[in-house]
């Protein structure tokens, strides 16, 4: 039997473990979704002894037992099952990120500031290659990784514009928490510019939802501790577009229907699929077979918008208005479930981001786009996890 001294001398080492498997994971959610998706592994069988808790979080449970029923028999019913398993797949990733922050992370605040590093490496790179296009990529053999390729307008670790505004918005509202929680300089001065620029970079791509997302988010914090992230939201965007003009006409172009006709097109063919299909919708990631349908041919080519542009009519869309009910009636109950935690800023900033990304699902579809919602799940797993089960576990 190993003696006390021993045990004592080998828990730093564990925990040492512990945290670099953490920091890996914060980082690589939003850089590299594989390397992430080991990592899941690794700390998934490292805490599986949590797996004997998951019963309090019956709720969550719940919902994702049947959105899985629900969307198997979606994936029964349509026409191509090879893509409904993909959709499938893309549920089952989201409840495992939930899974992944709510019983594997065991220094919160820590993970916090890490994500929000990430993003802010990604924010980075976009202004850059905003400012000045070029190639990054990384080639082993027959693997590429890209970093930053020319893309419409640019598509920094394999996210192009509309996930990649969502994914800073997110980033820069977490960040905006932490402008808010954190008590030194140092720490408010990092979070401002990894906000300044998230938002700027969401910006000078043409993302002209990040700056929606990044209000609601900002305004969340009113609820807790003042105008700060508001003021800021204001301040960097103004500067913004004062230092690069052509953003403000993208958003007058919004004012011009005409320049919105694809989107509106689009949304009116997910709602006949609905009308439709009410019940399990047209089947998980079914709805580029289904479109052609509803829409007449583009005459000038390939239809620029593939998918619905909506997180919401996609899920009623594809999986059912049963299924979409369950979905949103869960994320939209985390503001209530954490609302007596608003004053833990680090929680609330997960709440408030969390509220972001669906304010900005209205316009784009991230959903099962796991550079953008795997963060925005195991966030909200994260942090309820220690309210919901022992942290000794």
Avoid at 224 to 235: S, T
Wanted: hydrophobic share 55%; charged share 15%; glycine share 10%.
């Amino acid at each position: 039997m190993p003696s006390s001294s021993n045990l004592s001398s080998r828990a730093p080492v564990r925990s040492r473990f512990q945290l670099i498997l953490e920091r890996l994971l914060a980082y690589s959610l939003v850089i590299s979704p594989p390397i992430a998706g080991a990592v899941t592994v690794v700390l998934l069988i490292r805490h599986r002894a949590r797996l004997r808790q998951i019963w309090r979080e019956s709720w969550t449970l719940g919902v994702f037992a049947l959105l899985g029923a629900l969307g198997m028999i979606s994936a029964f019913l349509t026409e191509s099952q090879r893509a409904a398993i993909q959709g499938l797949a893309g549920m089952l990733g989201l409840f495992i990120a939930w899974l992944l922050g709510w019983m594997t992370v065991e220094h919160p605040k820590r993970f916090w500031r890490d994500l929000q590093r990430g993003i802010g490496i990604v924010a980075l790179i976009t202004v850059a290659w905003t400012l000045r296009p070029f190639t990054l990529q990384f080639s082993t053999g027959a693997l590429t990784i890209p970093i930053a390729v020319p893309h419409d307008p640019v598509a920094v670790f394999g996210l192009g514009a509309n996930g990649l505004g969502i994914l800073l918005a997110f980033g820069g509202v977490l960040a905006f928490g932490r402008m808010i929680d954190e008590g030194g300089l140092a720490g408010r001065t990092e979070a401002f510019f990894i906000a300044a620029a998230a938002l700027a970079g969401a910006l000078m791509i043409g993302a002209r939802n990040a700056l929606l997302g990044a209000s609601v988010g900002a305004v969340m914090f009113l609820t807790a501790r003042g105008l700060l992230a508001l003021v800021a939201v204001i301040a960097i965007a103004g500067i913004t577009i004062w230092l690069r003009p052509e953003i403000g006409s993208s958003f007058l172009a919004l004012a011009q229907p005409a320049t919105e006709q694809p989107r509106i097109i689009t949304w009116g063919a997910a709602v006949a699929m609905i009308r439709d299909h009410p019940l399990v919708g047209v089947g998980p990631f079914n709805f580029g077979i289904f479109k052609p349908r509803y829409v007449q041919p583009n005459p000038g080519g390939a239809d620029p918008l593939f998918g619905p542009h909506s997180i919401y009519l996609r899920m009623a869309a594809e999986w059912g208005i049963p299924a979409a009910v369950a979905l949103f009636t869960w994320l939209f109950s985390w503001p209530i479930r954490l609302w007596e935690r608003r004053m833990e800023i680090w929680r609330w900033s997960f709440v408030a981001a969390l509220v972001a990304y669906l304010v900005m699902g209205v316009f784009d579809d991230p959903l099962f786009t796991m550079h953008v919602s795997a963060p925005v799940f195991a966030g909200i797993g994260l942090a309820v996890s220690d309210l919901r089960r022992s942290p000794s576990a």
